[in-house]
């Protein structure tokens, strides 16, 4: 007999297996499978606890999904034809229980994230679509970390779906031609999925550690199902990151700046497995992940924060803004060198940023701490300001806060 709870436990690590391959037999109708997965779960929490656990959860789940989804086509009139080629293919699947492979599974898992990432969705439509599907997230959830209403975002949910199936977008993984050119904005969404869960634009949390786990299971699944080396860096690179979420914030919630941060507390094992996959990555180019995963591999090899390798952090992002030259990266870089060779040799480089990143509070952050550290306590509070005016998450604002008052009571 299984509980409740533990049903719950196997539906929350099969759902995205068990929808994606339903999305798939009900001809990429989202709705109808989002139903059926529901149901299929609705069956096992009344049948499980009686009948006793399958030995295949997934397959079972995935069986009564199909057959479920296959009942609400059979009632659609207009949609008699599809009926004929689902009854003709889950027929003897039934009393296998575990009908689908491990392989069709794991593919069409990756089917669904390329759909969900298809070039002809906005950006902010890819990153709510593939929450939902395959991170399981609610409406309501998707919504706050968009900081936007429920049903703005449930509309919005609906307009992805529907452009799919009137564009006819396949439910497919891309021809070899086209793999790498697509897998390249899976990434992208997967990475800023995480970004919003390591760092909350807005409200209260400063880390949203849901959307952390979802963008790391996520990359795991791109991962493994991709031979793509810029996948393993982007892996590493958000475990690496995340191994430090216990000792970014305080016991109040309060931002701890990296050098000032508890190493005791850095998930050591997470670390480990990070560190495994960096150096494959690199040799497969590297890319941009992979370079920013041989930064934070410094960091996370560091014993103390003086121990820091900033001159070899500095080359790599001298190598990162090579390759993608972005305001952001450029950032990074300066402070980087600032770092390394001290902060009149940064404040230069950060000042040259000024047009792109005007907006930008890191930028004002970074700049006042540079100031901080040169004794320019007046145009330090100024850029603290500055940056306040930019803030959006609480606890970072209680943090620059601080930093203002300690720069007017020193001068």
């Known amino acids: 007999?299984?509980?409740?709870?533990?049903?719950?436990?196997?539906?929350?690590?099969?759902?995205?297996?068990?929808?994606?391959?339903?999305?798939?037999?009900?001809?990429?109708?989202?709705?109808?499978?989002e139903e059926a997965v529901q149901d299929a779960f609705a069956a096992a929490i009344a049948r499980w606890p009686v009948e006793g656990t399958p030995d295949e959860p997934r397959g079972w789940l995935i069986s009564v999904a199909r057959h479920k989804a296959i009942d609400a086509i059979r009632r659609r009139v207009k949609l008699r034809a599809i009926v004929s080629e689902q009854t003709a293919e889950a027929s003897g699947e039934a009393s296998e229980g575990a009908a689908a492979e491990p392989a069709a599974v794991a593919d069409d898992r990756l089917r669904l994230i390329y759909t969900c990432c298809h070039p002809a969705l906005a950006t902010e439509a890819q990153i709510a679509l593939t929450l939902r599907t395959l991170g399981g997230l609610t409406t309501e959830e998707i919504a706050r970390a968009f900081l936007t209403s429920p049903v703005t975002m449930a509309q919005r949910l609906v307009r992805a779906k529907s452009k799919i199936r009137d564009a006819g977008i396949p439910y497919e993984v891309p021809e070899a031609s086209q793999?790498?050119?697509?897998?390249?904005?899976?990434?992208?969404?997967?990475?800023?999925?995480?970004?919003?869960?390591?760092?909350?634009?807005?409200?209260?949390?400063?880390?949203?550690?849901?959307l952390c786990g979802e963008a790391i299971r996520l990359g795991r699944l791109v991962a493994e199902l991709t031979a793509a080396p810029e996948a393993r860096g982007l892996l590493a690179l958000m475990l690496l990151h995340d191994a430090r979420r216990d000792a970014r914030t305080d016991e109040r919630?309060?931002?701890?700046?990296?050098?000032?941060?508890?190493?005791?507390?850095?998930?050591?094992?997470?670390?480990?497995?990070?560190?495994?996959?960096?150096?494959?990555?690199?040799?497969?180019?590297?890319?941009?992940?992979?370079?920013?995963?041989?930064?934070?591999?410094?960091?996370?090899?560091?014993?103390?924060?003086?121990?820091?390798?900033?001159?070899?952090?500095?080359?790599?992002?001298?190598?990162?803004?090579?390759?993608?030259?972005?305001?952001?990266?450029?950032?990074?870089?300066?402070?980087?060198?600032?770092?390394?060779?001290?902060?009149?040799?940064?404040?230069?480089?950060?000042?040259?940023?000024?047009?792109?990143?005007?907006?930008?509070?890191?930028?004002?952050?970074?700049?006042?701490?540079?100031?901080?550290?040169?004794?320019?306590?007046?145009?330090?509070?100024?850029?603290?300001?500055?940056?306040?005016?930019?803030?959006?998450?609480?606890?970072?604002?209680?943090?620059?806060e601080g930093r203002l008052a300690e720069a007017l009571a020193r001068r």
Request: proline share 5%; charged share 25%; aromatic share 8%.
């Open 1 to 33: 007999m299984q509980s409740a709870a533990a049903i719950e436990a196997v539906f929350r690590r099969e759902r995205a297996r068990v929808l994606a391959t339903t999305i798939r037999t009900s001809h990429g109708d989202f709705d109808l499978a």
């Open 179 to 210: 793999l790498a050119e697509r897998t390249g904005a899976v990434m992208a969404v997967v990475y800023l999925i995480f970004n919003e869960g390591y760092a909350a634009t807005a409200g209260d949390a400063w880390i949203r550690r849901d």
């Open 253 to 400: 919630g309060d931002v701890v700046l990296l050098e000032d941060q508890d190493r005791s507390r850095w998930d050591r094992a997470q670390i480990g497995e990070a560190l495994a996959l960096v150096p494959d990555a690199l040799r497969g180019g590297p890319g941009p992940y992979s370079l920013q995963a041989a930064i934070a591999a410094l960091h996370a090899s560091a014993p103390r924060a003086c121990d820091t390798d900033w001159r070899q952090i500095a080359a790599l992002f001298d190598e990162l803004a090579r390759r993608q030259p972005t305001p952001i990266v450029a950032l990074n870089r300066a402070v980087a060198i600032a770092m390394w060779r001290g902060p009149e040799a940064g404040l230069p480089l950060i000042d040259q940023l000024a047009e792109p990143l005007a907006g930008y509070h890191l930028w004002h952050a970074a700049r006042a701490d540079l100031l901080r550290r040169l004794g320019r306590r007046d145009e330090a509070a100024a850029a603290y300001r500055a940056a306040l005016d930019h803030v959006g998450s609480a606890p970072e604002r209680r943090f620059l």
